[in-house]
């Protein structure tokens, strides 16, 4: 049955305007503008070594004709860690309507390490107002070891793995092993693993990964060395880039085959194919590969092989359509071509006999 059609009553309402002149002696009453006053601080993030102390500078400006005098606190930072302003109140008058003050932040060598938010408060009367700004406290510097990393920066494709050779160089006579971590607050996505997180010798391999999800960006991250020496931990740092790029570029990866690995026998060229389906010439902007396993499994596992990275300059340029070309047909020599080699271990090693290497590889590349 078919519903019979409402009928919405119509409502006409007239507003009517009454305009009021206020006039007072021939003068128009305005409305009063807020007194008040706002804060900036400026470095807005600093790092400092445990020991050492931080400078900022904090602004306080009037508005609206503001006058008086703003007394500063600060709130937020770890224990072992003092705070001090020059002045500690300022003073803002009809003719300084700004002032700035200095804020000293002293850390003490028992300060903790990591990041920190403070905020500088300030308040006059019933008014309050607050700025954040950053502190990331490191250890100290004390170590006859330093750790550094290469290269320097790698550009990836979301999805992707960057590999950096983390070497450890010792003053003479000093033995022992180096612990290996990352440092401060990495982005979401970015994970770092390393191959060998505690050194004996000379060096690690660190792989940072960016999930498929990562956002585009240039991120330099940080890394930590720590050792035990006579008692006491001594620290160094290493600083790494990792730039992921907003691309889509077809990039293929394959082959590298080696034969006859023994223990300890040296490097064996990994005569990469890559490929470019696009329609135009690629730039290769980076070219990693890791050891993911064995034929054997955990009885000879990856921890019995070592990869040395493409070590020539980047880009390499891929013509359009280019199908596994082989980077010796790229007139890249050998030896700078990636290199795999099998280590010779204080164990037993039967089980890596003929053993089938498995090889993940990843990249990126950027339209010509």
Not at 245 to 263: C, E
Not at 320 to 347: E, F, H, K, W, Y
């Amino acid at each position: 049955m078919r519903a019979a059609a409402g009928v919405r009553p119509t409502v006409v309402v007239l507003l009517g305007v009454l305009v009021v002149l206020a006039v007072a002696g021939g003068v128009g009453l305005a409305a009063q503008p807020k007194l008040d006053f706002r804060l900036g601080v400026a470095p807005a993030s600093q790092s400092v070594q445990q020991g050492r102390s931080a400078d900022y500078s904090v602004t306080v400006s009037g508005t609206g004709g503001f006058t008086g005098l703003v007394a500063y606190r600060l709130s937020g930072l770890p224990r072992g860690v003092t705070a001090t302003f020059n002045p500690a109140i300022a003073s803002l008058t009809t003719g300084n309507s700004s002032a700035t003050t200095a804020l000293s932040i002293v850390t003490s060598d028992r300060s903790p390490a990591g990041s920190w938010t403070f905020s500088v408060i300030g308040a006059s009367g019933s008014i309050e107002r607050a700025v954040s700004a950053g502190l990331r406290i490191d250890h100290a510097l004390n170590g006859p070891f330093g750790i550094t990393a290469s290269p320097s920066s790698v550009t990836i494709a979301p999805g992707s793995t960057a590999v950096f050779q983390v070497s450890v160089a010792r003053d003479p006579g000093l033995t022992g092993v180096v612990d290996l971590a990352a440092y401060g607050l990495w982005p979401a996505g970015i994970s770092p693993s390393f191959s060998s997180p505690s050194v004996a010798d000379s060096s690690s391999t660190l792989q940072v990964r960016a999930a498929a999800s990562s956002r585009p960006g240039t991120f330099s991250l940080f890394l930590v060395g720590s050792s035990s020496i006579g008692g006491t931990k001594a620290y160094q740092y290493a600083q790494v880039q990792v730039v992921v790029a907003d691309s889509k570029k077809p990039l293929g990866i394959s082959g590298g085959d080696v034969a006859g690995l023994a223990p300890g026998v040296g490097n064996q060229a990994l005569d990469l194919a890559l490929s470019n389906p696009a329609n135009r010439a690629i730039s290769v902007t980076n070219v990693s590969v890791v050891v993911t396993g064995t034929s054997a499994g955990p009885a000879c596992g990856p921890e019995n092989f070592a990869v040395s990275q493409y070590s020539g300059p980047y880009p390499l340029s891929l013509p359009a359509g280019a199908t596994d070309a082989s980077m010796s047909s790229l007139r890249i020599p050998a030896a700078q071509q990636p290199q795999l080699m099998m280590l010779d271990l204080p164990v037993n090693q039967d089980a890596c006999k003929n053993v089938t290497v498995d090889l993940s590889y990843s990249g990126s590349a950027r339209g010509d």
